[in-house]
């Protein structure tokens, strides 16, 4: 299995960890510090070692960030995580604070006492991050204090080794593009603009760009490492070696000079001192790098990562191998659902299920000489009041039963060497109410105009995302998350800078693949989402049109609980499409489907409506 079923949240030691934080402040000279959800790495996904937002206050989410003061330890969170965080935080330690509307900078310019003295380690805010504070701080008289080591380290005692998952090659047959080739361009573009060198600190840049992965990190196959690409071509990669056997070794000599990860200050330094102008990308790189170079002497040009774009906008091979990873992908959920259809109400659990559709992942995989390289993501699967936490993560004190009467969600991907995969599907466990099915099917409408929106070009995805809103929200109802996100080639799951959400102002790029996953979630009772994954393309010109436009073209293959779906609150073209799209499905898994059991279940979950 890829996945635990440990509880690895510890809200009994909340009390104990935060009075051991507040006891050094004296020494510090702080009055409060900043614990984010975050690595020296920056990356959503992060090493046991830097999981210090979780042993401080129990909270496990992906995002979030906790402010402790001598009075108070507030864990800011988004919407995703209210519930979570209420459940797995000793609320008499924590209170809850609001990540989007009210994050810790703006809290600081609006509660902090005049003089507050604010700690941060530097490896774990951005330049970006360390602006907005110190505007806020300012605010309130106070000061920003840079701390040479991070408090937490100090009394995390056990903490766990820093990671050295083994470094692969990732061939050109599923890259599309030689790493050559890419760094090639990134050095042409840093000569027309007069830069000396980039310093790229997103592993996933770093992974895409010499075309390697890694195993540092839980289901993100990128290894922990920088680089420095020099307009003269010259690149110093930064990586452990205790990482790269004689293969990987050999292959990268030929497109840089491999040094240990420590060399990084060194080596800034030396481009600092003669003056140079190194280009970092200022939402990404740790503000200790940025103290670096400065403090050489060296000019700092801010601007976007160079390879994030072309990271993003996949080329045709990625795009065909994405393609071919989610027919395979679908063929496995398939014989899950078939499989979970043919048990009886009661009588499966939430991890019997999530281990169940791992080992169909795992067997389809090895049948299609594709295996399983991982999943993607810990599977959520919340059955009846578990689905309305957005990200569950069930643990063997949460496992409950699938009872009649009620919705499993159930959001889970695989990683293949040719593409990531997320998909979301919400079932019914027998007879659901009617009201259950009013509200999935208002989901699904949302994710049926997402699937068939045709947009102009320089359309964003905070222009897209009230489509996915509409429906739900004439019925007085909402979701609080981001309706997509981006998907890397088999990297992180979730990746920028496309996304479909009310904050996304990036343009929505041809080869850009997003999610598109609207949900509701009714706290205490039920969970919906509906999620497959799209690619944007060109799309087919209309008679009588006079512009260009886009489209989304579907990657994701796998029926769509037609019980649950009140045929009368769709339009027709709504049906039209849900009719097309289970035709395909068919189409296109049937050939993939060895056991009988499930290619009778699939022919049935993909009969058109009823006209």
Known sequence: MFQSFETTSTPQFGRAHVDALRAQFADLGIDGFLVPRADEYQGEYVPAASERLSW????????????VTAAQAIVFVDGRYVTQLAEQADQTVFTGGDLVNEPPHVWISRHAPKGFRLGIDPWLHTGAEVKRLEKALAEQDGTLVILGQNPLDRIWEGRPAAPLGAVIIQTETYAGILARDKISKIAADLEERRIDAALITDPSSVAWLFNIRGADVPHTPHPLARAIVHAGGGVDLFLDKRKTGIEVEAYLAQLCTQRAPA??????????????????????????????????????VE?????????????????????????QDGAAVVEFLSWLDGQPAGSVTEIEATRALETARSRVG??????????????????????????YRVTNETDRTLNAGEMFLIDSGGQYVNGTTDI??????GAVDDEQRRFFTLVLKGMIAISTARFPKGTRGCDLDPLARIALWKAGADFAH?????VGSYLSVHEGPQRISRLSTQELLPGMILSNEP?????GSFGIRIENLVYVREAEPIDGGDMPMLAFETLTFAPIDKYLVIHSLLSHEEVDWLDAYHAKTRAELLPLIHDEAARTWLIRATEPFER
């Open 424 to 429: 979301t599907r919400t079932l019914a466990i």
């Open 482 to 486: 981001g309706t997509g996100h981006g």
């Open 519 to 523: 949900g509701y979630y009714r706290p």
């Open 303 to 327: 601007g976007n990562d160079p390879a994030k774009m072309p990271r993003a906008v996949k080329n045709g091979t990625e795009i065909n191998g994405s393609a071919a990873a989610h027919l």
């Open 366 to 391: 090895e049948r299609m000489q594709n295996p399983l390289k991982d999943i993607s993501f810990d599977t959520i699967a919340g059955a009846g009041e578990h689905a309305a936490i957005m990200h």
């Open 56 to 67: 401080l206050s129990g909270f496990t989410g992906s995002a979030g960030m906790a402010l």
């Open 263 to 300: 060399d990084l200050d060194d080596r800034l330094a030396t481009l600092a001192t003669r003056g140079s102008r190194v280009l970092i990308d200022p939402d990404l790189t740790p503000y200790a790098l940025v103290q670096a170079i400065r403090a050489g002497g060296g000019t700092i």
